[in-house]
């Protein structure tokens, strides 16, 4: 017989659903704190292209970051779902550098 444990909102569900779940919640954790890692570093990379007068997209730079994070996925399953998420990561970053580049404009 498979055990089962209340959850927060009051049903119950089998263990190995709860510690999945807590365990996505702990990964989750991490990558918040990673994300906010990466966008300090985006702001350095936007400070650095504008002193160069670079734009913000640059898509050499895309294409190998994908193409590296897709060839560091272990499995070739995930490989495109993970080239989407880094994709959507990238596009974030360069709405922030967008924004960043607004914000020091009307300051």
Do not use: C
């Not at 089998?14 to 570093?41: G, M, S, Y």
């Not at 730079?61 to 272990?74: A, F, H, S, Y």
């Amino acid at each position: 017989m498979m055990e089962t444990k209340d959850n927060a909102t009051g049903a119950w569900q089998p263990n190995e659903l709860t510690a999945a779940r807590q365990q996505i919640n702990d990964i989750d954790d991490q990558l918040v704190t990673l994300l906010a890692q990466r966008f300090e570093a985006v702001t350095k990379v936007n400070e650095a292209k504008k002193t160069a007068n670079l734009p913000i997209m640059d898509h050499g730079r895309e294409d190998q970051v994908l193409d590296r994070v897709t060839g560091n996925d272990p499995n070739p399953e995930t490989r495109a779902y993970m080239r989407h998420i880094f994709a959507t990561i990238m596009k974030n970053s360069r709405d922030y550098q967008d924004y960043l580049t607004k914000m020091k404009r009307t300051h």
